[in-house]
């Protein structure tokens, strides 16, 4: 399938089968998640925390997010490949599309960007270049210096109104689905009801959206220095890889000696 067919299959599941989607930000995990029939894989600028160990999505580059996208696109995964572009690489509909088009040429299918009424020219540029475009609205982590942290979204009915007329303006410009962010479960039940593209929902409640998104390491707990209140892991990927650590350390010889803490200090 072309990127534009899985995007419209993707359009499609409004009020069918919820879409399943997860980040990916490597080959192997790509592959993996593909085989298991992931619909969507968000190369996330979350990779700024999760992989790359910075304190949020700000300090992303388009570099950095070139780079995993080549990576997870080389699995040549079906399921949907999406691109993050990462925070001041999509100010003007002009920059957006220069930045869509690169990351289509590192591999991916579709790209994702911040916010509503703003971002309408963007969205309109980069979709009559053929790319497809998933909105992304409530809580909107590129702005969360500029917001002084991160906090739930549409908590009063002008708030929920709001994010409806971002979705109406993002769905105009031709976006394919939209990623609902922290967004209570009344308001984003509400948003989801009222527009005709999938909506995909983090942290926004069970059943309030078309389909739900997570972030890799919440749910398989690969990073237990920070996790979400709304994350569900299904696995303690980080036990294990202490575990096995420490099994390899002991079947080396070189474990600590009794006592000795095996944790390193940071920094
Ligand atoms: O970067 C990311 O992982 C995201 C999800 C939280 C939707 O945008």
Not at 83 to 98: C, K, Q, V, W
Not at 150 to 168: C, F, N, W
Not at 234 to 246: L, N, P, S, V
């Amino acid at each position: 399938m072309t990127s534009l067919e899985k995007a419209s299959a993707l359009r499609r599941r409004k009020g069918g089968r919820p879409i399943a989607a997860l980040t990916a930000y490597d080959y192997s995990i790509a592959r993996l998640l593909d085989e298991v029939g992931i619909d969507l894989l968000l190369v996330g600028d979350s990779l700024g925390m999760v992989v790359l160990g910075f304190p949020d999505t700000t300090h992303v580059t388009l570099e950095h997010m070139l780079h995993h996208v080549a990576a997870v696109a080389r699995a040549k995964p079906r399921a949907l490949v999406v691109g993050d572009l990462p925070i001041d690489t999509y100010r003007t509909p002009a920059e957006a599309l220069e930045t869509a088009r690169r990351m289509v040429a590192a591999g991916a299918e579709a790209v994702k960007l911040e916010g509503g009424l703003r971002q309408v020219g963007q969205v309109q540029a980069i979709v009559a270049a053929g790319i497809p475009v998933i909105g992304h609205l409530g809580m909107l982590p590129q702005r969360v210096l500029a917001e002084g942290g991160y906090r739930k979204k549409g908590r009063t009915p002008e708030q929920s109104e709001a994010i409806l007329a971002g979705a109406r303006a993002l769905i105009d410009a031709g976006v394919a689905a939209i990623v609902l962010e922290s967004v209570v479960p009344d308001a984003a039940r509400f948003v989801s009801s009222e527009i005709e593209v999938p909506t995909i929902g983090i942290g926004c409640g069970n059943g309030t959206c078309d389909g739900e998104i997570a972030v890799i390491t919440d749910l398989v707990g690969s990073f237990p220095w920070f996790v979400p209140p709304f994350a569900r892991p299904e696995a303690d990927t980080a036990g294990q890889i202490r575990e096995a650590a420490a099994r390899y350390l002991a079947r080396v010889g070189s474990a600590p000696a009794p006592g000795c803490s095996q944790s390193r200090p940071r920094g």
